[in-house]
């Protein structure tokens, strides 16, 4: 069974402290799609990152960086000097690969209330 | 940057009226999904859309619930007879070919449906 676990359900931090969302998954599939979106208080779903199952290198988007394992299955995100514009929830997403039929499915977490306090 | 286009952006409608969603999906997108999101849960698959038919829904998508492309370009989602749990915040989604590197997986910016 497919399952995304974010353990956190709100966090709040200073401006200018790091802060790391966490990220644990589960699937039973060898190819498989991890992603990250942000959702403001407008509600739309920002698309942050994507990453396949064979790529396994860390990534680094500005203050954003992303550290994926596949030994501990958690794919966890950190926001290094956090802002007051970073406040939203973040959610981790998987989706597997799948027969061409039948689309791709995502299966989102319950997601991080992040509140950076100025 | 292409998008998937959803509209109304806001819809009230009274509890046992039906509603459609609409959706426009980015032009050579072949797959098409509805998900939902009620109020601070986290966004859960509806349905998928492949070929002009259904190729997998979740246990949400039930009868009162259907999808149609009428014409090619539009994508429908359509509660039948709303409820009060029916409230929430609906994404339409689509991507390209599946097995390409990046299928390019695009959520619309959401309608937030109200049943009063």
């Known amino acids: 069974a497919q399952k995304v676990t974010q353990a956190q359900t709100e966090i709040s931090v200073v401006e200018k402290e790091d802060v790391t969302l966490d990220c644990v998954y589960e699937?039973?599939?060898?190819?498989?799609?991890l992603f990250w979106y942000k959702q403001p208080p407008s509600g739309e779903l920002v698309f942050l990152i994507r990453?396949?199952?064979?790529?396994?290198q860390n990534e680094i988007s500005g203050r954003y960086s992303w550290n994926f394992q596949k030994s501990t299955s958690s794919f966890n995100f950190t926001i290094t000097a956090s802002q007051v514009v970073d406040s939203a929830v973040y959610f981790c997403?998987?989706?597997?690969?799948?027969?061409?039929?039948?689309?791709?499915?995502?299966?989102f977490g319950t997601g991080t209330s992040l509140t950076v306090i100025p | 940057e292409p998008e998937v286009t959803q509209t109304p952006s806001h819809q009230v409608t009274q509890m046992g009226q039906e509603v459609i969603l609409r959706c426009v999906p980015i032009?050579?997108?072949?797959?098409f999904y509805w998900y939902r999101q009620i109020l601070g849960q986290k966004v859960e698959f509806l349905v998928s859309?492949?070929?002009?038919?259904?190729?997998?829904k979740s246990e949400i998508f039930d009868d009162q619930f259907s999808v149609e492309r009428p014409d090619g370009s539009n994508f429908t989602l359509k509660i039948r007879s709303t409820k009060l749990e029916d409230s929430a915040m609906y994404f339409c989604?689509?991507?390209?070919?599946?097995?390409?590197?990046?299928?390019?997986?695009?959520f619309g910016s959401g309608t937030r449906l109200t049943v009063v």
């Open positions: 989604a689509s991507t390209r070919r599946l097995g390409e590197g990046n299928y390019g997986y695009t």
């Open positions: 699937t039973r599939d060898t190819t498989y799609y």
């Open positions: 990453r396949n199952s064979f790529d396994e």
């Open positions: 997403a998987l989706s597997e690969a799948r027969p061409a039929d039948t689309g791709n499915q995502f299966y």
């Open positions: 032009s050579n997108h072949l797959y």
């Open positions: 859309f492949y070929n002009n038919e259904i190729s997998e």
